[in-house]
């Protein structure tokens, strides 16, 4: 079955920092890649999502890119602020398959 | 508001006790899941069903059960057979099909007294 690998599992940066996480898929069938943000206490929230066959997507200050060839992907976000502060999962399925496997998260710390 | 609420938000449990946590959802969705979440280890999949009537087991189902009667209810028994159910349990719904973004509730924190 399909194994997600998240790095790093935390993070700390300064308020208008970049901050990227990276994720890698074992399945090379696998073609639909979302992010969810986590806040303390609440359940994930859908954030960006990015499907194979684009190589990179960008809401605002959040974008996420893949690699097809290398089997990975990454949420980059730019000026960071302290509400950026959360859990961040990525998460990764295929075509005919009913489940999202998930990576085992990061969290960021964006300090003021 | 379209969305998922789980209830209680806490709950405890006594030893050899099952407990049932609820799972509503009021988006029209046709699929639903139960995750675990533990410090460190993500989320893993317990039960999902994809249609009333119907639902199959997760990476972790052993000492859960799960029932569908209607497309907007899913509960999670979490019985006396499982050894170590404190955790933090999240469901989601989506329209179906992992290529679908999944909506998730805000949990239910489950302790053993």
């Known amino acids: 079955g399909e194994n997600v690998e998240q790095h790093p599992s935390t993070l700390s940066v300064q308020e208008g920092d970049s901050a990227v996480i990276k994720c890698t898929y074992s399945d090379s069938a696998s073609n639909y890649f979302p992010w969810y943000k986590q806040e303390l206490g609440k359940g994930p929230q859908l954030i960006i999502d990015i499907r194979s066959n684009v190589g990179e997507k960008k809401d605002q200050r959040i974008a996420v890119t893949l690699n097809k060839t290398a089997k990975h992907f990454s949420l980059h976000i730019t000026e960071t602020q302290p509400e950026d502060s959360a859990v961040y999962f990525c998460?990764?399925?295929?075509?005919?398959?009913?489940?999202?496997?998930f990576g085992k998260g990061t969290m960021l710390l964006v300090s003021p | 508001d379209g969305g998922i609420t789980q209830s209680p938000k806490y709950l405890f449990r006594k030893e050899g006790q099952n407990v049932t946590l609820s799972c509503e959802q009021n988006?029209?969705?046709?699929?639903m899941y139960w995750y675990r979440q533990d410090p460190g280890q993500g989320l893993r999949l317990i039960y999902y069903?994809?249609?009333?009537?119907?639902?199959q087991k997760g990476d972790i189902a052993e000492g859960y059960s799960v029932s569908r009667e209607k497309k907007e209810s899913f509960p999670l028994t979490v019985t006396s057979a499982q050894k170590n159910p404190t955790a933090f349990y999240l469901c989601?719904?989506?329209?179906?099909?992992?290529?679908?973004?999944?909506?998730f509730g805000d949990g239910t924190r489950l302790s053993i007294l």
């Open positions: 988006l029209n969705h046709d699929a």
């Open positions: 998460a990764a399925s295929r075509s005919g398959y009913s489940t999202l496997t």
């Open positions: 989601a719904s989506s329209i179906g099909g992992a290529e679908q973004p999944q909506h």
């Open positions: 069903s994809q249609i009333v009537n119907d639902f």
